[in-house]
């Protein structure tokens, strides 16, 4: 088992930056990515960012492209996603996840790509 706890969500202004955290424990070595998702209310789960764990190798949602970049700390087993030049829309529950997948493809963009979940963390950007 793997366990994710994420933090570092909070409430800020529109334009302004926040740095999520993952801390991953548990039987990590089993895992190979990473990724952030985040769900908004009355809307899907939507991929946000993805990061191979060995490699650095990295995966974005278009909507974020520019602005958001996930990075990862081996040695502490955490991963971050910065945020910058926030919106109204980005306000959303950020989940950190795990994946399994020992291919890096296009389908780490999916939920269903991931084995081990976060209890989420709310970021809420007024306007």
């Known amino acids: 088992q793997v366990q994710l706890v994420e933090s570092g969500g909070g409430v800020v202004q529109a334009g302004g930056s926040l740095r999520l955290s993952c801390a991953a424990s548990g039987r990590t070595f089993t895992t190979y990515a990473m990724g952030w998702f985040r769900q908004a209310p009355g809307k899907a789960r939507e991929f946000v960012a993805a990061v191979h764990w060995s490699f650095g190798a990295t995966y974005y949602a278009d909507s974020v492209k520019g602005r958001f970049a996930i990075s990862r700390d081996n040695a502490k087993n955490t991963v971050y996603l910065q945020m910058n030049s926030l919106k109204p829309e980005d306000t959303a529950i950020y989940f950190c996840?795990?994946?399994?997948?020992?291919?890096?493809?296009?389908?780490?963009?999916?939920?269903?790509?991931?084995?081990?979940w976060g209890q989420g963390t709310q970021v809420t950007v007024s306007s």
């Open positions: 996840a795990a994946s399994t997948e020992t291919s890096w493809t296009s389908r780490l963009g999916a939920p269903d790509a991931y084995d081990y």
